[in-house]
């Protein structure tokens, strides 16, 4: 409840189009995909990828860091991140295994994006078997063995030229856009809940807003809360 007051308290410093435009958004947003990017070094191309998250209403991605700090690009995203729940995995000797681990914990198959024994081409890959985990790599190098050992299935993009992979963020769009067009289509609950809808109004109201932790307290401070 202090919640939705504090979300109503905060819509009062937006204009009436702009909480139409996150409300609409958030409509259309989802947790049944997620991206998870493992050790990207070039910026640019892990930006893009987020930037094409945000087109394609995808919330969460998970940045994988053991030998590269990824670093946002400002002139790609064009502030797309700042609308993406961004989660970061540094602290540990192998933080792929971390973010697998917690991946599954929350129910999501891990799917490999790369070319494999037991692989699927793109237009048969199954979204109905449940939440899906897209893993990426490095350029060059792509997914690790952790990935591919941990994997619960493995994904590919049909290529029919002399060039062995697609770069990454080129592969980020073929594949969100075909799943999440498809996800879109079918019968599967993908939207979010209320609760996560008014979580994350809140956080965007508090970045679209001036001073909001000014706001926020002085909301508190109204309503005796602090």
């Given at each position: 409840?202090?919640?939705?007051?504090?979300?109503e308290?905060?819509?009062?410093?937006?204009?009436e189009q702009r909480?139409?435009?996150?409300?609409?958004?958030?409509?259309?947003?989802?947790?049944?995909?997620?991206?998870?990017?493992?050790?990207?070094?070039?910026?640019?191309?892990?930006?893009?990828?987020?930037?094409t998250?945000?087109?394609?209403?995808?919330?969460d991605?998970?940045v994988?860091?053991?030998?590269?700090?990824?670093?946002?690009?400002p002139?790609v995203t064009?502030?797309?991140?700042?609308?993406?729940?961004?989660?970061?995995?540094?602290?540990q000797?192998?933080?792929?295994?971390?973010?697998?681990n917690?991946?599954?914990?929350?129910n999501?198959?891990?799917?490999?994006?790369t070319?494999?024994?037991n692989?699927?081409?793109?237009?048969?890959?199954?979204?109905?078997k449940?939440k899906?985990?897209?893993?990426?790599g490095?350029?060059k190098?792509?997914?690790?063995?952790?990935?591919m050992?941990?994997?619960d299935?493995?994904?590919k993009i049909?290529?029919?030229?002399?060039?062995e992979?697609?770069?990454?963020s080129?592969s980020a769009?073929?594949s969100?856009?075909h799943?999440?067009s498809?996800?879109?289509?079918?019968?599967?609950?993908w939207?979010?809940d209320e609760d996560?809808?008014?979580e994350?109004l809140?956080?965007?109201?508090?970045k679209?807003?001036?001073?909001?932790?000014?706001i926020?307290?002085?909301f508190?401070?109204?309503?005796?809360?602090?």
């Open positions: 409840m202090k919640q939705k007051k504090l979300i308290y905060l819509s009062n410093h937006v204009t909480l139409a435009q996150f409300k609409n958004v958030l409509s259309q947003r989802t947790r049944y995909i997620t991206v998870a990017l493992e050790d990207i070094y070039q910026s640019q191309n892990a930006s893009a990828v987020l930037r998250m945000d087109c394609f209403g995808i919330q991605v998970h994988i860091e053991n030998r590269n700090e990824y670093t946002i690009n002139d064009l502030g797309s991140s700042k609308w993406l729940s961004i989660n970061r995995y540094n602290k000797q192998n933080n792929t295994e971390k973010a697998i917690l991946l599954k914990e929350q999501y198959r891990i799917v490999a994006t070319p494999h024994t692989d699927v081409e793109l237009k048969d890959f199954d979204i109905h449940g899906i985990a897209l893993f990426m490095a350029e190098r792509g997914i690790s063995d952790t990935v050992d941990n994997a299935e493995y994904l049909p290529m029919y030229g002399f060039t992979s697609y770069n990454i080129v769009a073929i969100l856009y799943i999440s498809a996800l879109r289509n079918s019968e599967i609950p939207q979010l996560e809808k008014d994350l809140l956080e965007w109201l508090k679209s807003i001036k001073k909001s932790e000014l926020v307290k002085d508190l401070s109204k309503s005796g809360n602090i």
